[in-house]
Each structure stands twice: as C-alpha cells, then as structure tokens.
C-alpha cells in the first residue's frame, strides 16, 4: 500500500471509529489497523525527510 492509500484507509478508519455502530470488537481492530498504518506513514516520512535533508548537504557542499 503507497502513502496515498494509507492515508484513504486512515480516513476511513476514523470515520468508522466515529459511527455509534460500530462494534467494541471492530473498534479494536480498527484502532490497531490504524496504528499499524499511521507508524508506516510516519516512517515514510522520516525516510523522505533525511533524504531531502542528505540532497541539501549535498547540494550545499557542491
């Protein structure tokens, strides 16, 4: 799943955690889903983050 997608599922996830109907059980797994997913997208962009800061040292020492 790209960034993008996790994000969309993330969306959906607080929109189902919103609605009363939805169960205690389903509750939790959507509460561990989107942990899971916000960790993923929180690592992606620390990664893009060194990059952007290594191609700015980069750029900077040329």
């Known amino acids: 799943m790209n960034f993008d997608e996790s994000i969309k599922r993330l969306k959906e996830i607080c929109a189902k955690l919103d609605d009363d ?7 939790v797994a959507l509460y561990k889903e989107g942990m ?27």
């Open 21 to 27: 109907k939805t169960t205690l059980e389903d509750t």
């Open 36 to 62: 899971a997913l916000s960790e993923e997208c929180l690592k992606r962009i620390n990664d893009i983050r060194s990059e952007l800061k290594e191609s700015g040292e980069e750029i900077g020492e040329a």
